[in-house]
């Protein structure tokens, strides 16, 4: 059982920005490169959705409603996954999870989810 740690969610105005975080935890750190990792959301009353993932060679793939504002990153030294969000806005409203898809498939995340970092978009 594998539960990730979310953070750096928050309440922001629209068109402003937020970098979440996705660490790992100690007992899989040394494997972190050989993981695909990827973020997901799910906002009130609809289905979670995949936002973005990263293999380990380092290619990203991205939603179509994201693509261009949001980054999804790597940073090895701190064996975290990184999504940085800009241009946000109010339909980005969710909880973002990330999660060790199932055989590097984002169609096919685990079933290990951790609490989750709630970001809010609104003026």
């Known amino acids: 059982q594998v539960q990730l740690v979310e953070s750096g969610g928050g309440l922001v105005q629209p068109g402003g920005s937020l970098r979440l975080s996705c660490a790992f935890p100690?007992?899989?750190?040394?494997?972190?490169?050989?993981?695909?990792v990827a973020w997901y959301r799910q906002a009130p009353g609809k289905q979670r959705e995949l936002v973005a993932g990263?293999?380990?060679?380092?290619?990203?793939t991205y939603a179509d409603s994201v693509k261009g504002r949001f980054t999804i990153s790597r940073d090895s030294s701190r064996k975290r996954v990184l999504l940085q969000m800009s241009s946000l806005k109010p339909e980005d409203t969710a909880l973002y999870y990330c999660?060790?898809?199932?055989?590097?498939?984002?169609?096919?995340?685990?079933?290990?989810w951790g609490q989750g970092t709630q970001v809010t978009v609104s003026s």
């Open positions: 999660n060790l898809p199932t055989h590097g498939d984002f169609q096919r995340p685990s079933d290990y």
């Open positions: 100690r007992a899989i750190t040394s494997t972190f490169s050989t993981y695909t």
């Open positions: 990263i293999t380990p060679d380092r290619t990203s």
